[in-house]
């Protein structure tokens, strides 16, 4: 079975311009999430999707940080403009569903640098 | 005051110890508890889970949780030097998988 696929697996913007990245989740996942780790941190959740519907986007900075999954399988973040404390990983992970037993899988993540 | 408090290490090992990662937490709220392992620029893979209090043992992995005490353990026994990654706490209320609260993860280290 493929993982989550995210590219690209790094990136390297100046402050004030636009990225993006892209996650493909395992395929018949119906949630999928994305989360933010900082160096030397705990990943930290941005944004969870069921299906095409945004279940929980509490921590996502909505003024530069923005996320959809249309037709709900493929998902893009995207951060505009991009200031230097979001060089983080940005991790992908999906999971069956909803239910509480239901483990996500993380993706490899997306390493970006704000210069 | 962090959710959940993990020390970041480094945690150095001979081959074959029994290696011990803990971690504190506040939130009375919190019943599940995971513990992910993450390998350089990998992603974090789960390596157990528990719900509420008790032990758990998969292998050379025991997880515990004391939830009187707000403190949960991971213990690897037989350490080996491919076991040498980053280990998460994570915990979430009653959402089981749903937005799970990380600790900053405590880098092992197991030399031959």
């Known amino acids: 079975e493929a993982g989550v696929a995210q590219s690209p697996r790094y990136k390297i913007i100046e402050k004030r311009q636009s990225v993006a990245f892209w996650c493909n989740p395992i395929?018949?996942?119906?949630?999928l999430y994305w989360y933010q780790q900082i160096l030397g941190q705990g990943p930290k959740l941005l944004i969870q999707?069921?299906?095409?519907?945004?279940?929980?986007d509490s921590q996502l900075p909505k003024d530069r940080f923005s996320a959809e999954r249309l037709k709900g399988v493929d998902s893009t973040l995207k951060i505009q403009p991009a200031k230097l404390e979001d060089s983080a990983v940005y991790l992908c992970?999906?999971?069956?569903?909803?239910?509480?037993?239901?483990?996500?899988?993380f993706g490899q993540g997306t390493r970006l640098t704000v210069v | 005051q962090k959710e959940v408090e993990q020390d970041p290490g480094p945690l150095s090992v001979p081959e074959g110890a029994i290696v011990s990662l803990n971690c504190t937490y506040s939130n009375s709220a919190f019943q599940y508890f995971m513990w992910y392992r993450q390998y350089s620029r990998k992603g974090p893979e789960l390596l157990m889970y528990?719900?509420?209090?008790g032990n758990k043992e998969d292998g050379r992995f025991t997880a515990q949780v004391d939830k009187s005490s707000k403190y949960i353990s991971l213990f690897i026994r037989d350490s080996q030097p491919s076991d040498s990654a980053t280990y998460l706490c994570a915990m979430s209320d009653d959402t089981g998988f749903q937005k799970l609260v990380f600790g900053t993860g405590t880098r092992l280290l197991v030399s031959p």
């Open positions: 999707f069921q299906n095409n519907g945004v279940v929980d």
């Open positions: 528990t719900y509420s209090s």
């Open positions: 395929s018949g996942h119906a949630t």
């Open positions: 992970a999906s999971s069956l569903g909803r239910q509480l037993n239901t483990e996500a899988f």
